[in-house]
Each structure stands twice: as structure tokens, then as C-alpha cells.
């Protein structure tokens, strides 16, 4: 079946009926390792694996994978698995999880949904799979050379080495190329064989006995023993990477050849002659009656109905609502008025109080309690299971969250520094925020990632600590993300953060500013004017819900994070010379409730967005465009942004960013230019950051 698919998937694509071709032929061995384990062990599957479903298939009644199949390749709004947004692996009965087409970006969650088992045996709860489960990743021999496959192989050993419980059998499929790149002969065993906390075995997929040998003793050694498995299974690849490519321009004759010599429908075919199943007649009948089906099946499948307009295509991109598991609170609140990280660190501990399947995972966060701070104690109150000190790889974190929330918890991630996310962003665009689109609201891996970030920091400087450039995860659909101003907003933004996890299923990331964790004072040393009272465990700031201070009415400061604590300092100067403003704090970056915006500045003369991020790519652009939009005049619209530069080291660290200085200058310069001018020129003179834009 698997075989007749692949061949009439290229039939349809020639029609214009099928969209996507790159299949499973020579793969289908996997179907013996399908065979060896339950149904209800999740599945991550490499993209030639439709032998695998199939056969799963089998073992659950009610199932037509054939008929679910041809519907996905032909993108039908009725494919069960993804609604007809893309060709995917994926049965939510047979618990195999839909995976994109992003090289090895499936690795690290199965990583994390391995390790989930024994964390909820530690809860005493209960997942989406159950706690005996062991997970299943397969990929390719290609594959395996990424970064993100050896990120998540060496997280793997790393933990089993550890005696970490690691349920988990990693099943390369090894056809000996990587669409015309051949892999080197002997690479995988010998990378493999002695990789440390791996059991290796291999097994010959062209022979099913064979590798049912070798899968059922994975399947005992990762299921009894808590260890990870490192199935080898050579096979061949036929018909070449995908329809369109044609192998013939990089592969001999006599190599194709020999690869078709070792069909595993021939080698299989021959196994059935000689252990007396089928007959040569009976196997060539079975072959054309399977082919007669697929075919008429087929013809049914391209008349359904396909995805008509844009919000039946996004209609899956935000995950569907569950029951909220927050516990009742039942402590009390600490009111003593204290910096961000200090109210970060109740807020944390409330939560994990309130929500018993919250995980914290991150780097340094457990025994040192975060480089600022901010989770301390709390490894010594909820134990190193809920508060993991992980390895340090950063796609091997997020791939662990996501694996973690697929499997019913929700993760809580720290990312150290914001530039340390972009070597393992796709782990959020590629995978996190993809999962509930492409099996259209079926499986979600709902999780909340805080992460270091913004410029402005003292004495730890440079770039890699001061990177103020979120475009990447501004244009993610469906990521929310969130940046606090003040400690009180911090505990709204989090709590709200976790809330949106737990009962939204949404993946929702935090920046928060470094420069803003232990700031106490606001405009002179002492006055404490920057701590805040914990607003207790209720307190949550809505997705779009703005913050606005005063009511002035000549100039309206539009910004966020460390931008409102420049603006009410440049505030004070401005009040002083008698300029009437106010100051709206957007709080969330993404989801902006542009119409909220609109009303809270469509009364004042002169709109100023101040942003600590680039020029190109940043918020600002986004809502000066919204404002235009709805009807407001350009000459009342102006920016002051960072360069588009990276941030250097030392006394220099600030000059590409926007200054209270320039504020003045420019907020001087918009509300009152003739009264204004000269301090107003005095004052640009002197300013060397930020850049004002009409």
C-alpha cells in the first residue's frame, strides 16, 4: 500500500491532484518496527515512514489510512491529520504527531516527550501518552549530520549517561544519500557505536525479520531499562528524493540498478516464497489488487473538498481552549515594594504552587537560581525535577518544552541571553508554533519561554548580552510575546503568560529586560520610585492591554519595556518646561489591539513611538503603519529608534540605542519648536543616539 501510494502520488501530481511527492519507497521496512511497539507510543516520524502508519494502523480498530492518506496528498479540507494545510505523517488515534519538512527540528521534542514519562511518574499525574510509553524519532542518514539531530543526540546521552530516565529509540533510516550527497560509507555505525548513555544496534531494512529482531530489542531496552536506543536501519532510497527529482543526473545507471535489485518488496517477496506464506502467483496479485484500490481510492479522494480562503487556512493556527488547572492560592502576598526580578521570583513561585504539572527547565536556573536572580530558592522548594538545570543547548531547551507540553505539562523556559536564542529559533517557528496548525488543533505543545533581553545593561556588555532585535519572533504566527516595563507589569505579563499555556494552549514568549531586573530608582539615587508592591496572584495583563501614564495632550510617547522607564524620566524634564504628555506602554509586541492604541493617542497633537529596537523590523514600524491605517495624519506621526547596528562593548554600549536625551530633544522639538528651539538645538547637539524619523 505504502508502494502504490508513492507511485500514484506522482501520477496525480502530473494531473495537478497531488502537491507533494516525496515518499517512502525503500523505506518500508519500517513497517516491522511499527509492529514491535504499542500504538499508544508516540511516534515522531522521518517523512518516508507511511509504512510505519499503515502498519500502526492496523493494531486500532476503526482506522482507513489509505483513504486519510490520499486525502492528505491531495489536500483535501477532510484529511484528518491537517485539514488539508500539507502532506504530513500524523493520526491523532494512532498518536503520531504531524512533523514538518525542517531538517531534524523534530529531534529535540521527542527528546523532551521521553523525558516527560518519568517526570509525570514523579507528579504522579498523567500525560497525553501513557507514563510505560516509549517515544519514537525516526529520521534520515542525512539528517543526522545537523546540528539540531546531534543537539538532541548528545541531550539524550547526556541525560541517560546521568541515569536520567530516557525512554527513547532514535531510528535512522539509512538509505546511504542525502538527495544527491552520499554519506560516507560506514559514518553512522561509527559515529553511533560508542557514543556514550546509547545502546547501538543495527538491523538490515530490507529484510523485515531482520529488523523486527532488532526493534523488538530496542523496544525492550528502552521500555525496561530507561535508556535510549540507537536503531540503524540501512535500507534504499528509490524513485529519488522526491517527484521532481531526477537521480539519474547524479546517480550511474548501474548504481540505480542495483539500488532497484534491492527493493524490500523483492527481498520481502522472496521471504514469503520461502517461509511458504505466498505463492509467486499470490504475491503478483496481491500487488495489482493493491494497486487497483489505491487507484479507485484515489479517484474519490481528489473530488473532496480543499481549503477555500484565508480563515479556513489560519483557522488552526491559535489551539483550542481547555479546562484551566490552576489551583486556588492559598498564601500570602509579599507587598514590600521591590525591583523586577525580585516580583518575577513570587510570581514564579506562586505559580508553581498553583499549578502542580508547571516545569521551569533553563540554564544555571536551579542551584545558582538564574545569572540575575530571578528563579532562586525554587529549585530548593519544588525539587530538581521541577526545576531542571538543563545542558547548554539551546535547541535542545525549547525542544525539550515542546516535548514537555505535547505530553499534557506546561513548561516554563528560560533563555539565558536573547541573542542566544537565534542558533535555535526554528525550534519555535519551525515546530512550537507550527504543531497546532498542521494537525489542525489536534496536538499542542503549549509553554511559556522567558528570555533575557534588551539593551541598556551595565557592566555586562556587548552585543551578545544586549541584543534588542526580536523581528524573528515578531512575524511567528500565532507567538505571543510579551515585555514588562515595571516589576508590577512583570508579575500581570507572567501570570497572564502562564494562564494563556494552561487553558489557551498558547506559546507564549517573555523578554524582559536586563537593564530593568534590579533597577530601583527612577529619577535620582534613592527614591525608590521604580520598585513596585506584588499586585498578588490575580493580577494578569490581557493580550493588547495597555498601560498609559498621564493625560497630557500635546505629546503622546508610544513605547515599551526600557523605553518607558527613558520616557518617564525624559517625562519629567518635559513637564518641567510645561509640555502636557502622556506615555502608553504596549506591554504585549504582538497581537497589539492597534484600535486601543488609536484611541488612547488620537487626541494629542504629536504621536512619538520610542523603540529600543532596530529601525528595520521593529514594533515602531508596525505601529505607525496601524495609526496611518486608521486615518491619522503622517505629520503627527514621528519615531526615535536604536541604529540598525549591533550593540558595541564598553562606554559606547548605549549610543546606537534612544536616550532620555533624545526624548527631551525630540519631544521639545514636536510640542513646541518656536518656544523650544534653542534648548531644543542645544540638546540634539549633544545627543549621539537614536534617530528621529517622520
Known amino acids: 500500500m505504502s508502494r502504490h501510494l508513492d507511485l500514484h502520488a506522482r501520477r496525480l501530481q ?140 548528545n541531550a539524550a546521552g547526556w541525560a541517560a549517561y546521568q541515569g536520567a530516565p530516557m525512554p527513547l529509540v532514535m531510528v535512522c533510516e539509512d538509505n546511504g544519500i542525502g538527495i544527491s550527497t552520499p554519506t560516507p560509507d560506514g559514518w553512522i555505525e561509527a559515529s553511533m557505536r560508542s557514543r556514550p548513555g546509547f545502546h547501538y544496534l543495527a538491523c538490515d531494512g530490507l529484510d523485515l525479520l531482520d529488523t523486527w529482531r532488532a526493534a523488538r530489542e530496542a523496544e525492550r531496552i528502552a521500555r525496561c531499562r530507561k535508556q535510549p536506543v540507537f536503531l540503524h536501519m540501512r535500507c534504499v532510497r528509490l524513485y529519488g528524493h522526491a517527484g521532481s527529482d531526477a537521480q539519474q543526473a547524479y546517480m550511474t545507471p548501474a548504481r540505480i540498478k542495483a539500488d532497484e535489485a534491492r527493493d524490500p518488496l523483492l527481498v520481502t517477496a522472496g521471504l514469503l516464497q520461502r517461509h511458504g506464506v505466498l505463492d509467486t502467483a499470490a504475491i503478483e496479485a496481491l500487488y495489482r489488487s493493491v494497486a487497483e484500490r489505491v487507484a479507485h481510492v484515489a479517484e474519490e479522494a481528489i473530488r473532496r473538498p480543499k481549503l477555500e480562503g484565508a480563515s479556513e487556512v489560519m483557522a488552526s493556527i491559535v489551539p483550542p481552549s481547555r479546562p484551566g488547572r490552576a489551583r486556588p492560592w492559598q498564601g500570602e502576598v509579599d507587598a514590600t515594594p521591590a525591583p523586577m526580578a525580585k516580583l518575577l521570583n513570587q510570581a514564579l513561585q506562586r505559580s508553581m504552587t498553583r499549578y502542580p504539572h508547571l516545569v521551569m527547565a533553563g540554564e544555571d536556573i536551579g542551584r545558582k537560581g538564574g545569572v540575575y536572580g530571578v528563579t532562586q530558592r525554587l529549585q530548593a522548594q519544588f525539587g530538581p525535577h521541577r526545576v531542571i538545570d538543563t545542558l547548554l543547548d539551546e535547541q535542545s531547551i525549547l525542544g525539550l518544552g515542546i516535548g514537555l507540553g505535547q505530553n499534557g505539562l506546561v513548561p516554563i523556559l528560560e533563555i539565558q541571553f536573547l541573542a542566544y536564542l537565534h542558533n535555535a529559533e526554528d525550534q519555535l517557528r519551525g515546530e512550537a508554533a507550527t504543531l497546532s496548525f498542521f494537525s ?43 515585555c514588562p516595563s515595571n516589576a508590577a507589569d512583570a508579575v500581570g505579563l507572567l501570570q497572564e503568560a502562564v494562564r494563556l499555556a494552561d487553558e489557551e494552549q498558547r506559546v507564549v514568549v517573555m523578554i524582559e529586560p536586563i537593564a530593568l531586573y534590579h533597577t530601583r530608582d527612577l529619577l535620582e539615587e534613592g527614591d525608590q520610585r521604580w520598585c513596585f508592591a506584588d499586585p498578588g496572584p490575580e493580577h494578569r495583563l ?153
Not at 486500532?60 to 496528498?73: H, N
Not at 541598556?456 to 505571543?480: S, T, W
Not at 510617547?557 to 513637564?575: C, D, F, H, K, W
Open 440 to 482: 489542525n488543533g489536534q496536538y499542542t505543545n503549549p509553554m511559556v519561554v522567558r528570555i533575557a533581553g534588551l539593551g541598556y545593561q551595565k557592566g555586562f556588555g556587548g552585543h551578545f548580552h544586549n541584543d534588542n532585535a526580536i523581528a524573528v519572533l515578531r512575524d511567528i504566527p500565532g507567538l505571543l510575546v510579551a
Open 542 to 694: 490581557a493580550v493588547g492591554e495597555l498601560g498609559v501614564w498621564g493625560e497630557g495632550r500635546e505629546l503622546a510617547i508610544v513605547t515599551y519595556g526600557n523605553g518607558v522607564y527613558l520616557s518617564r524620566q525624559a517625562a519629567a524634564r518635559l513637564e518641567a518646561d510645561g509640555v502636557a504628555l502622556r506615555i502608553v506602554d504596549l506591554r504585549w509586541l504582538t497581537a497589539i489591539d492597534h484600535d486601543a492604541v488609536h484611541r488612547r493617542v488620537a487626541d494629542c497633537a504629536q504621536i512619538l513611538v520610542v523603540d529600543e529596537c532596530r529601525r528595520s523590523g521593529s514594533p515602531s514600524e508596525e505601529l505607525i503603519a496601524g495609526l496611518v491605517e486608521r486615518g491619522m495624519a503622517s505629520d503627527r506621526l514621528h519615531r526615535l529608534t536604536a541604529e540598525d547596528s549591533f550593540i558595541p562593548l564598553g562606554r559606547a554600549a548605549t549610543v546606537t540605542l534612544p536616550s532620555v536625551e533624545a526624548i527631551v530633544a525630540q519631544g521639545r522639538r514636536l510640542v513646541a519648536p518656536g518656544l523650544h528651539g534653542e534648548v531644543a538645538a542645544k540638546a540634539v547637539g549633544k545627543v549621539t543616539a537614536g534617530s528621529g524619523e517622520a
Open 14 to 153: 502530473a494531473r495537478g491532484e497531488a502537491f507533494y511527492t516525496i515518499g517512502s519507497a525503500g523505506h518500508e521496512g519500517n513497517a516491522a518496527i511499527a509492529r514491535a511497539f504499542r500504538a499508544t507510543d508516540p511516534a515522531f516520524l522521518h517523512y518516508r515512514d507511511a509504512a510505519f502508519l499503515i502498519q500502526r494502523s492496523r493494531a486500532v480498530p476503526g482506522q482507513t489510512p489509505l483513504w486519510d492518506l490520499l486525502l492528505s496528498f491531495a489536500a483535501s479540507a477532510e484529511d484528518p491529520i491537517s485539514g488539508g494545510r500539507h502532506k504530513v505523517l500524523g493520526s491523532k488515534a494512532l498518536h503520531i504527531p504531524p512533523q514538518t519538512s525542517t531538517i531534524a527540528s523534530h529531534l529535540p521534542k521527542a527528546v523532551g516527550a521521553a523525558y516527560s514519562f518519568g517526570l509525570w511518574r514523579r507528579l504522579g499525574g498523567a500525560g497525553e501518552w501513557p507514563a510505560d510509553s516509549v517515544a519514537i524519532c525516526s529520521f534520515g542518514d542525512a539528517s543526522f549530520n545537523h546540528s539540531t539531530a546531534q543537539g538532541a543526540l
